[in-house]
């Protein structure tokens, strides 16, 4: 990394982990910190770096710092809109999207998911990314997103009537 054309595409592909991490309703002041050290790891370990898809490097270092972070904090923000949660739950009654109430138990719900399941719905559903495209960002198999996403839909739908009762 020792060019000036080096850089300027290091900070293009931190500026869209930057984006990422605040589509994940991630704070500026996080998101910044985050990339701050992603950016910090990926100058520490350039030289070891065997990846030829930097970006996918970048964001998975990112998600793994802020799971890092969330464990130590227990917290997470998510601040859906009407029109995401209703992708998330096409498969439910309309009449249940309706009320502020409902997106605030949508949000708790979510954040109930082990991180790796909430991660997986977001991206799928908030993102509309492939599976392929989640499987590169994740570093998982396209079988393995796709069973992991079943799961993680399953779970939302069980966590989701069991607060409804």
Not at 7 to 18: A, C
Not at 92 to 102: A, G, H, Q, T, V
């Amino acid at each position: 990394m020792n060019n000036l054309d080096d850089l300027k595409s290091l900070n293009t592909e931190l500026n869209i982990v930057y984006r990422y991490l605040r589509k994940l309703k991630i704070s500026h002041e996080d998101a910044e910190d985050i990339v701050q050290e992603t950016a910090y790891k990926f100058l520490q370990y350039y030289d070891s770096i065997r990846t030829p898809k930097i970006r996918s490097w970048l964001i998975r270092v990112a998600i793994n710092y802020h799971h890092d972070q969330y464990r130590k904090n227990n917290r997470v923000m998510l601040d859906l809109k009407e029109d995401q949660v209703k992708t998330l739950l096409k498969d439910l009654p309309e009449e249940i999207l309706l009320s502020n109430e409902r997106l605030s138990d949508i949000e708790y719900i979510l954040s109930k998911l082990k991180p790796t399941y909430r991660e997986l719905l977001l991206l799928k559903y908030i993102w509309d990314l492939k599976y392929d495209e989640i499987s590169e960002i994740l570093d998982m198999k396209v079988n393995t997103v796709k069973t992991s996403l079943f799961r993680a839909r399953k779970q939302f739908a069980k966590l989701y009537r069991e607060a409804n009762r």
